[in-house]
């Protein structure tokens, strides 16, 4: 018996429309409280038809490890999600719940499209530009293995949320962490991306953001992801929300601009009204589906 995915019910719009106004006064709090409240929703939520192998090693490192979700069905010719979560630099995890965020990868992989949920080492163990490395040999582990998952190795796509929207824009725009051949990907995915590095007052996780990458702003500058856009970086779709972490709606919109200035025309980009930083990643497989349909199409046919 197919399972639909489930709506979000008007008990957690209503929850979200209260603290999405507030949401800057207890960032922390709120992102812990839409964790809790998705993952009782997933638990509904359908995983028919995929196939799940746990903790494929990558490299040495105990998160050096990542998830692959694949159709149940098989197929050859697949095209790739690598999707890479936050946690503002020094902590989060690939399964910070037992949903979240198998959610993501369940989701490619019920529409046929294979996803990895990886983990990364974190700072202050690992400072820049390491977990955007781990980032690369993930992608590097895909097209080594592609032949053996049903994938098509030029259909490949990145795919980056909050702190890993800056771990993922490095990789794929910054050319000194690419091999020789290039990024080695078809597009990147950016949701809710901290795709500056700063360590303004605004920012509540300014602290962790320097454990990363260190408190020189002109080192911030040159390591931040939209530093790096030219003509010819690789297409890219942009998504955020209505309420954000500080300053994170902004930098998702000034990578738009710099991506439309350098290409001369708009990459394809969400904006969702009603959902918060939490919400933007956690509600992927449930039935409300504009954004993951977006992404579906960019995957499709990325511009």
């Known amino acids: 018996m197919t399972v639909s995915a489930p709506p979000i019910p008007d008990e957690l719009w209503a929850r979200m429309a209260e603290i999405g106004p507030r ?27 995929v196939q799940v192998k746990k903790d494929v090693a990558y490299g040495a490192h105990a998160r050096q490890k990542f998830d692959l979700f694949t159709p ?13 979560h936050g946690g503002a630099f020094v902590e989060g995890d690939r399964n910070r719940t037992d949903e979240i965020y ?28 390491e977990a955007s490395r781990d980032v690369g040999s993930v992608v590097h582990w895909m097209h080594e293995n592609a032949e053996q998952i049903g994938v098509d190795r030029s259909r490949i796509f990145l795919m980056g949320h909050s702190a890993g929207g800056a771990h993922s824009g490095s990789y794929a725009y910054d050319k000194r962490l690419h091999p020789a051949g290039g990024p080695g990907l078809a597009g990147l ?19 962790k953001v320097e454990e990363y990458y260190g408190a020189d702003p002109k080192h911030l500058d040159e390591c931040s992801p939209v530093s790096h856009v030219t003509a010819a970086s690789i297409p890219t779709f942009v998504a955020w929300g209505e309420y954000e972490n500080p300053l994170l709606d902004v930098y998702c919109a000034e990578l738009t601009w710099r991506l439309a200035a350098a290409k001369r025309k708009s990459p394809p980009v969400v904006f969702m009204k ?3 930083h939490t919400s933007m990643i956690a509600h992927l497989n449930t039935a409300e589906d504009r954004m993951g349909e977006a992404i579906r199409a960019f995957i499709e046919r990325p511009v």
């Open 23 to 49: 949401w800057k006064e207890n960032t922390s709090g709120n992102v812990k409280l839409m964790v809790e409240e998705f993952t009782r929703l997933h638990k509904k939520a359908p995983k028919d038809g």
């Open 72 to 84: 149940a069905a098989g197929g050859r010719g697949r095209p790739a999600v690598v999707f890479v």
């Open 102 to 129: 198998s959610n993501v990868t369940n989701y490619f992989a019920r529409h046929g499209i294979v996803g990895a949920n990886i983990g990364y080492r974190l700072a202050p163990e690992a400072r820049y530009p």
């Open 189 to 207: 995915i950016i949701v809710s991306g901290r795709v500056r590095a700063d360590n303004l007052p605004e920012n509540p996780n300014a602290k």
């Open 274 to 276: 009603g959902h918060n």
